[in-house]
């Protein structure tokens, strides 16, 4: 199916809007917008009736993939199903009517539940304080950075290095440079873990923290994380823990119990906000005891007036980083994180982790031989293949194996990523796919491991079936055009 743009459905003089009567007098435009602002030209816009804008987005809408369509097995992504009672609480009046600054004697309700949302995570993660302000996992980073920046300059220790694993996710790095540290890179070993003797021999007295992700992106967990806090601890470093994929971890072990400092937490993954596609996110921050007061301001209490409960926003926190967000962060994503973990309860929390672990491992077990596993099982909420066999033997790339599953009706895995594996594809299936789902998706990658072997060309000019062939991604992004419909 191929849709045209909405510029060649245009036909001069139709019209998708009419005013009728109006009540009030229509006005010059030049009494409301001086006349410098004023275009020269009228704008190209499409004429289309209504019933053609709105056929036209639904046909492309159908042609656009999404978790509620299909499986979207993007790993470190965690595109799990979003219930839709998280929208319809999202959608209550008393939120979608809110005001940042309004009173806060009128919104109590919605302080209440921010309040009560940093309670919840930070039991989850084991932290003592938790800010709701970053607006996506990079920006918690970003924030959890200038509080390690913050902490080491009030005890007066000059630290200008952070440690970061080969494998973690390139935020880490790129929020540790924005902060003014210098990178330092620490080596996985042939487990695919954290090399302990790396990292020993690179934590000298400039190292501020170290930024670990656990399970780390391979979906393997640092089984040495005890030793590895030690040694951070003893240098006198923090111990950062990427937690943007806490689906491994819920209700079964916490960062804060493993020895980590500091941890964000992404709403819009773990905790089924709808992403992709750019927002909006939430990527709130859990400390220690010792880092709360540095968190950004103003923080929610919790106090009590007249017998009952009582919320205030506290701007008056002098060792705060200061804000990191305009008013409070994005509210919505919080209303469904919120929404999200109410519904489940503390077991529930516990059988999403468990079941994206079974589901992960099993997804694997019936992937492995057809494909390469560059480190060995088992895995936790997510593994990485590798399609270097198909590439020496047969000349097909990981690409290609993406592109030939957009065929067979899935999303792509995310593909050359992490570094570290050769033609990687890391899979991360999450625990909302039934078991037929995991098959058809199990069925899918082998027949495309069989194709390779009988007839590369297949994948080689995949895909096929999709309403656009094969894209030149890099053009996409180099002369990016948004606007013009003719030049
Ligand atoms: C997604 C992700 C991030 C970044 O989160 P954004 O909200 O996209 O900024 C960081 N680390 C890991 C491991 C992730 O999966």
Not at 212 to 219: A, E, V
């Given at each position: 199916m191929k849709e045209s743009l909405i510029f060649d459905l245009s036909r001069e003089g139709r019209t998708g809007v009419s005013f009728g009567h109006m009540d009030i007098a229509p006005q010059p435009v030049t009494d409301l917008i001086p006349e410098p602002f004023l275009r020269k030209e009228e704008p190209a816009l499409p004429e289309v009736p209504e019933s053609e804008v709105v056929r036209h987005f639904i046909r492309l809408s159908n042609l656009n993939y999404h978790v509620d369509k299909d499986m979207y097995p993007l790993g470190s992504c965690t595109m799990k199903y979003n219930p839709k009672i998280n929208d319809q609480v999202t959608d209550l009046a008393g939120f979608t009517s809110l005001h940042p600054l309004q009173p806060v004697e009128t919104t109590q309700g919605a302080l209440q539940l921010m309040y009560e949302l940093s309670e919840m995570l930070g039991e989850i993660a084991g932290m003592d304080a938790v800010t709701l302000q970053p607006a996506a996992g990079a920006h918690g980073e970003l924030t959890g950075i200038l509080i390690i920046r913050k902490y080491h300059d009030a005890i007066g220790s000059k630290r200008t290095k952070l440690l970061v694993v080969d494998s973690a996710h390139g935020t880490n790095p790129a929020s540790a440079a924005l902060a003014g540290y210098d990178i330092v890179a620490v080596k996985s070993n042939a487990e695919g873990r954290t090399d302990i003797d790396d990292l020993k021999a690179k934590l000298d007295g400039d190292v501020a923290?170290?930024?670990?992700?656990?399970?780390?992106?391979?979906?393997?967990?640092?089984?040495?994380?005890?030793?590895?806090e030690k040694l951070v601890h003893d240098n006198g470093s923090l111990l950062y823990m990427d937690g943007a994929n806490m689906n491994a971890l819920m209700g079964i072990t916490r960062p804060g119990d493993m020895g980590f400092d500091i941890v964000h937490y992404n709403l819009h993954k773990t905790f089924s906000a709808p992403h992709g596609g750019g927002g909006p996110g939430s990527g709130p921050l859990g400390v220690t005891g010792k880092l709360?007061?540095?968190?950004?301001?103003?923080?929610?209490?919790?106090?009590?007036?007249?017998?009952?409960?009582?919320?205030?926003?506290?701007?008056?926190r002098p060792m705060s980083i200061g804000r990191m967000m305009n008013f409070y962060g994005n509210f919505s994503v919080m209303v469904r994180a919120y929404t999200y973990i109410r519904m489940l309860g503390p077991e529930g929390i516990r059988r999403v982790s468990e079941n994206a672990i079974i589901n992960a491992n099993y997804l694997l077990e019936k992937l492995t031989g057809s494909y390469n596993l560059p480190y060995p099982k088992p895995v936790m909420h997510e593994f990485c293949l590798s399609g270097d066999r198909q590439k020496k033997e047969h000349g097909v790339r990981t690409l290609d194996i993406a592109k030939r599953l957009l065929d067979y009706g899935f999303h792509a895995p995310t593909v050359y990523f992490p570094l570290i594996v050769s033609e990687a594809l890391m899979i991360e299936p999450t625990e909302t796919e039934t078991r037929e789902t995991l098959d058809r998706f199990a069925a899918a990658m082998l027949s495309i491991a069989d194709e390779a072997n009988q007839s590369p060309e297949k994948i080689l000019e995949a895909p096929s079936l999709t309403p656009v062939k094969r894209l030149d991604e890099a053009q996409a992004s180099r002369k990016l055009n948004i606007r013009c419909t003719d030049c």
């Open positions: 923290a170290l930024m670990l992700t656990n399970p780390n992106t391979i979906g393997l967990f640092e089984k040495d994380i005890l030793a590895i709360r007061d540095y968190l950004p301001r103003p923080v929610i209490e919790k106090t009590d007036k007249d017998g009952q409960p009582y919320y205030r926003l506290l701007t008056d």
